[in-house]
């Protein structure tokens, strides 16, 4: 029961379609397998997170500084990022790797933890106008059945922000829980 939900509100997001609809999508969207060439280098990461998401408990959170690393692969059509911060809680370590693909025009983006070695569930989707919107979903820490938005937009010349919320009622309200700020310290180049 569990995976036929999670398809519903997959195809629901329209991270999933009907082959025909994929293939008309496809043929009038413009391609965007360069749309995290901005991202190539080194980055000053600041952290915001969100302690006990989705609990219902008042909002505290904790701040983290560090570093991301981004590079290139296949050309542009993925990239590999490195993201290292520390803070009170201690260090967080992930590992992202992020895959266009050219039928659908749309990234999946899939995020590991240095803690748990495993695979965070994937959010798919696509720039319009300077912004990143991707959705997937996820389980909170009781297992309950969650929608994850994540959502990247520039917030100054050097700046980038990376936003992610969850949503317990089908996307009606969503709760951010991690915002992360990183400006540029290198592009990368040789």
């Known amino acids: 029961m569990r995976r036929v939900l999670v398809l519903l509100a997959a195809f ?7 082959p025909s609809a994929q293939a008309q999508n496809a043929e009038t969207a413009r ?14 990461t600041h952290l915001r997170l969100l302690q006990n998401p989705m609990t219902g408990e008042p909002a505290t959170w904790a701040e983290y500084e560090g570093t991301t690393t981004v590079r ?3 050309g542009g059509r993925s990239n590999l990022v490195e993201f290292d911060v520390s803070g009170p809680a201690g260090r967080i370590e ?13 990234w999946s983006l899939h995020a590991g ?10 959010v798919i989707g696509a720039f319009e106008d300077g912004r ?8 909170t820490g009781d297992g309950r059945a969650i929608l994850a938005r994540f959502v990247i937009s520039q917030a100054a010349p050097d700046t980038w922000r990376f936003e992610q919320a969850f949503s317990g009622d089908g996307g009606r309200t969503w709760e951010v829980n991690w915002i992360v700020e990183d400006t540029r310290i290198d592009d990368g180049t040789p």
């Open 132 to 139: 990143g919107e991707f959705y997937g979903t996820d389980t």
């Open 12 to 18: 629901a997001l329209g991270a999933i379609q009907a």
């Open 72 to 74: 290139e692969v296949w």
């Open 113 to 122: 933890s240095s803690r748990s070695g495993t695979l965070f569930p994937p």
């Open 94 to 106: 992930l590992l992202s790797l992020r895959l266009y693909n050219p039928q659908t025009r749309q």
């Open 31 to 44: 391609d965007g397998q360069h749309d995290f060439d901005f991202e190539i280098g080194t980055w000053r």
